[in-house]
């Protein structure tokens, strides 16, 4: 079963403008990181924050996580065509369970 | 890409056949891991290794076994090949050496079983 599940399934915005793409989990947690995969490509992980974090940036990147509400939430500001990617969030506690996805679609 | 590679990266099978893909990694991390990936449910954890001849099964090992006789090499076997194992294959490690650990993967694997 999974542990992160994303929110929305999809998202399609024009380039220049910010997306935000949601995860909640289940159970406790070490961390949760993102992860970036390209159509057809594996998977490249972009970011983690720690379970007593709340906030972390990454250059465009910024990452929110809530464990009261078991929920994490990824901001990609300005976003360009080249963001164009599914997004998955992963959930560290015994081993890693990834969510099923954020499509992300950035128009030129 | 922390120096992962995957073989084959493209497979077509017959139903009932054994299939063994191969994961192999350059930088001696202790754990590797396979997952599949289904549209609808994201990535799920087959088995893993967290040191040479130490496995140990994830959420979806049915059908699967895997075996680690190197460090460097993680090796998946479809003992019977079934339609429901057509998946892509993902390999990845984990960076043991410092804290947070983060896990880093393959291209993939594209596995077709008719």
């Known amino acids: 079963s999974q542990q992160g599940e994303e929110d929305p399934q999809a998202l399609s915005i024009q380039e220049g403008e910010n997306a935000t793409m949601n995860c909640s989990y289940k159970t406790s947690i070490n961390n949760l990181q993102w992860y970036r995969q390209n159509s057809g490509r594996g998977l490249v992980h972009l970011i983690l924050i720690r379970s007593n974090e709340r906030e972390k940036h990454s250059g465009r990147l910024r990452v929110t996580l809530d464990t009261s509400k078991k929920s994490s939430s990824l901001l990609i500001t300005a976003s360009r065509a080249a963001d164009t990617a599914s997004y998955f969030c992963?959930?560290?506690?015994?081993?890693?369970?990834f969510g099923a996805g954020t499509r992300l679609t950035v128009k030129p | 890409d922390a120096g992962i590679t995957q073989s084959p990266r493209h497979k077509v099978t017959e139903t009932g056949t054994p299939v063994t893909l191969r994961c192999h990694q350059t930088e001696n991390h202790r754990y590797m891991y396979w997952y599949r990936q289904d549209p609808g449910h994201g990535l799920r954890l087959i088995h893993y290794?967290?040191?040479?001849?130490?496995?140990d099964k994830g959420e979806v090992s049915d059908g699967y076994s895997v075996s680690r006789s190197k460090t460097e090499d993680f090796l998946l076997t479809l003992e019977s090949a079934t339609s429901s194992q057509t998946s892509v294959y993902f390999c990845a490690i984990r960076r043991d050496h410092s804290p947070p650990y983060e896990q880093y993967f393959g291209p993939g694997t594209r596995l077709t079983v008719t």
């Open positions: 290794s967290y040191g040479v001849k130490d496995t």
């Open positions: 992963a959930t560290k506690a015994n081993d890693m369970r």
